[in-house]
């Protein structure tokens, strides 16, 4: 096999693993979607919030500690013990429930019946508070994820394919971890939605709030486990995505790779969520694979790169322009 | 007693369907207009001009650009950034390509051009809506920016890959250019307001206009009444488009005199306007300037009380900036959801009717 398409074969896996970390993210879109019709923005800004609070407690960091030094003159910044791995997780969970019922009570629960793109922009401004207050928390400095999770190239794959191609793929250990947490996630959701008591009064919810309201479904409490859930997958999204580049502001930024992902897949579809992600992720390596190699320059007298920022975009316009609902998505019914 | 409309006869149809029908609200409405064209510019210095006035003014016209769609024709926007930023790069090329042109002339062209870029990323939103449409106007954005970032031919070939403003001159006076003087870039882009809001005023109490709100309020009622959805909502991009687009302009060429795309018009900016609204009042023309005059405003004043006054660090201050952003966001959509505009409208039916509430 030549070596360009050895090449590109390496990019389409690579994208594929990166495209399963967008869908990580895309998932807790979907839940609160389907759940409350939220269109959640601030999904990406969980992500950030979660990481951040995981490795605060987990060095034992006090928060708050930039302002109550700029307050009171003081030189506070860590407590004198660290926490645990395990007992760091759980506390961050709490931490997250406790915010999705922060959200319930102080924001959902006065906007019920609003339009959808009130909803949206109230979201839009969560994220923007959550921003804030995480970095008033524990301040905006980049940080490292201190979990045993494995990362660097994986050598059996390096080294089969190298017995078979004579080129060592690089596969990143991290990507394989995610990808295998990204599945189970699904299946786990799946079940959870399918066959427990709360799984399908969360269906019931989405299907449709009123019905699910008069046969004596609690709405807040739905929502705040749906929030709470979505914060969690939130928390798995911002550990991987953390430990990949480290937890600092720009994790937020993942809202935006995902939000293609679902317009792909279809805001209402966990399927489309994960396969809507593999797609855009092989997409856009191999589109920046294909525009920025020199035989791309020699038939077309130019070459493109740094692509990936629009190309989900652009991919997922021209495909909505075909079908308005994405993949997977509830077909559109309109009625007068 | 303070607000009354007893003794204001109207004795002609187009007296009553004037704009502000009130007289107290007409004298106010001159006495701002005075104020602004023959007071500020004598009074006004490079600080205010530079930090709040100019900011504010330009702001305004990208946040009426934006209310057009959003407010009254209820398409919701991603892409304003990069649609400030074809507005920025039209000037751009234009001063450069046409040394002669007025700079009043090349401010409109860039709008123009940015009206044909709108209509173009408008196409798809006859078949896509909502949320969907949403995130498909930020493919404007991306593809925008980066598209202004990779081809040399935007920027003209220059080493730092910024494009800065050649000086040039309205009436004699300097409106553009590193010696420009503060009053007259403040009536330059004052006048571009006023002529402006103008337009949007009108337009959108007129047949356009009401075909814009038909199809905000339900798009396949509205087609079946009789209004073209294709050339409706084509006109709300290209006129918005267009308000955006002379907004990019100014901000380029008046207000930063040099800008890097992907830090001038990056996505913060498109949100920037998105909250302006909001937090101002969607589909409100008067909403669009209070909502512009203070997010411009409140940046301001709290970096003047954390850091002028307390002396706490910049990051702090920028990080309780966010803090209150979102907060007040939260806040406006919770008490509020149609913004400050619609809580002037129920004052100003409690002053009508005050002190006696019946």
Known sequence: ?336 | MLYREAGDFKKSYAEDSQTFPLKLDRYGYYAILAIAFLVVPFVINDYWASAVLIPFLIWSIASLGLNILTGYCGQLSLGTGGFMAVGAYASYKLMTSFPDLNIMIIVLLSGAITASVGVLFGLPSLRIKGFYLAVATLAAQFFLVWLFNKFEWFYNYSASGQISAPTRSMLGFEVTGATASAPAKYLFCLVLVVLLAWVARNLTRGRIGRSWMAIRDMDIAAEIIGVNPLKTKLTAFAVSSFFIGVAGALFFAVYLGAVEVGEAFGIQKSFLVLFMIIIGGLGSILGSFIGAAFLVLMPVLLKNIMVGMLGWPIDLAAHIELVTIGFLIMLTLVLEPHGVAQLWRVTKQKLRLWPFPH
Request: hydrophobic share 55%.
């Open chain 1, 1 to 336: 096999m030549s070596d360009q398409l050895l090449y590109g074969i390496e990019a389409a896996i690579n994208g594929l693993m990166t495209g399963v970390m967008y869908s990580l993210v895309a998932l807790g879109f979907v839940l609160i979607f389907k759940a409350s019709g939220i269109f959640n923005y601030a999904q990406g800004v969980m992500a950030l919030f979660g990481a951040l609070t995981l490795v605060g407690i987990q060095s034992g960091q006090v928060p708050f500690s930039h302002l109550i030094n700029a307050v009171f003159g003081t030189k506070i910044h860590h407590f004198s013990w660290e926490v645990p791995a395990v007992a760091a997780i759980l506390l961050t969970i709490g931490v997250m429930i406790l915010f999705a019922w922060m959200v319930e009570r102080f924001l959902l629960k006065h906007l019920v019946n609003q339009e959808p793109i009130i909803l949206f922009m109230a979201t839009i401004g969560l994220a923007y508070f959550m921003e804030g207050v995480g970095d008033l928390m524990w301040g905006s400095d980049i940080k490292k994820i201190d979990l045993p999770i494995p990362q660097g190239i994986n050598e059996t794959i390096d080294s089969l394919t190298y017995d078979w191609f004579g080129y060592g793929f690089y596969i990143d250990n991290l990507d394989i971890t995610a990808a295998i947490i990204a599945v189970f996630l699904v299946v786990a959701l799946t079940i959870f939605s399918q066959y427990s008591t709360t799984g399908r009064a969360l269906r019931a919810v989405a299907d449709d709030h009123q019905a699910a309201l008069s046969v004596g479904i609690s709405l807040r409490s739905i929502w705040v486990i749906v929030w709470s859930i979505a914060g969690f997958i939130a928390l798995v999204a911002g550990v991987m995505w953390g430990a990949k580049s480290g937890v600092q502001f720009s994790l937020s930024l993942i809202t935006l790779k995902a939000l293609p992902v679902l317009m792909l897949g279809g805001f209402t579809s966990i399927p489309g969520a994960i396969i809507g992600g593999m797609i855009i992720g092989v997409g856009e390596k191999v589109f920046e694979f294909v525009v920025s190699s020199s035989w791309f320059g020699d038939a077309m007298g130019f070459t493109m790169n740094a692509t990936e920022n629009w190309f989900a975009y652009v991919l997922a316009l021209l495909f909505l322009v075909f079908r308005p609902q994405g993949l997977f998505g509830d077909k559109i019914i309109e009625r007068v």
